[in-house]
């Protein structure tokens, strides 16, 4: 049962244009959602979060977007740029939960 | 300041071995998170250890276990591998008081032939 769902495996962009990463979850009782970002032969990295209490967060070119009806956020990045390219995962946890739950991750790639 | 680091880089082992992956979290972190990304597959949650004890783990059998030692390193045994549990295997460490963001090492990749 998957919990966190990223159903695009991949999305190509253009540079210098938006791209708009989703993701999907099932679990009502999740209240923090993050995203990670992760190069080939590294571990992934934090990028952005939000909590269930608010519906955008903004970091530079990073916003996070979240439909608690819907169970659906989104990342935007914008501009694109090429060393955006990596695979990004969505993770949620509920409260009083010290573990994440991951997507299987969307490999963006974003085109000179 | 040290991010989080794991040992080996990768390892090549055969069915029926043992295989052992360390982690050094980053300092003052007290808790330590396994992760197994299998080929296709998102990142599985396999273990959390905080301040040494065994906290929660994942949907994996008793052949994946670990420990957390008083420095605050930590260690996950496979027994008995088979095929399957070929993949990269991330461990994660995180302040107990923010622990909802967590900070990855690069990683060990496990081949089991």
């Known amino acids: 049962d998957q919990q966190v769902k990223q159903n695009s495996p991949s999305l190509s962009v253009q540079e210098g244009r938006i791209s708009i990463l989703n993701c999907d979850y099932t679990?009502?009782?999740?209240?923090?959602f993050l995203w990670y970002k992760k190069y080939p032969a590294e571990g992934p990295t934090f990028l952005i979060s939000?909590?269930?209490?608010?519906d955008k967060n903004e970091d530079g070119r990073f916003t996070v977007f979240l439909n608690k009806s819907a169970k659906h956020l989104s990342l935007h990045i914008v501009p694109s740029q090429p060393g955006d390219s990596a695979v990004y995962f969505c993770a949620a946890s509920r409260a009083g939960s010290y573990q994440l739950t991951f997507g299987k991750g969307t490999k963006l790639s974003v085109i000179p | 300041e040290a991010g989080v680091t794991q040992s080996p880089t990768h390892l090549i082992k055969t069915r029926g071995q043992q295989a052992t992956l360390r982690c050094s979290p980053i300092s003052g972190h007290t808790s330590v998170y396994w992760y197994q990304q299998a080929l296709g597959l998102g990142l599985q949650f396999l273990l959390w250890?905080?301040?040494?004890?065994?906290?929660n783990r994942g949907n994996f059998p008793p052949r994946f276990s670990g420990r957390q030692f008083p420095n605050y390193s930590s260690e996950l045994n496979v027994n008995a591998l088979e095929l399957e549990d070929s993949a990269l295997y991330l461990c994660?460490?995180?302040?107990?008081?923010?622990?909802?963001?967590?900070?990855f090492g690069e990683g060990s990749r496990l081949t089991v032939l």
């Open positions: 994660a460490s995180s302040l107990a008081v923010s622990f909802r963001e967590l900070f």
């Open positions: 939000i909590s269930s209490i608010k």
């Open positions: 250890y905080d301040e040494g004890e065994e906290r």
């Open positions: 679990n009502s009782m999740f209240d923090y």
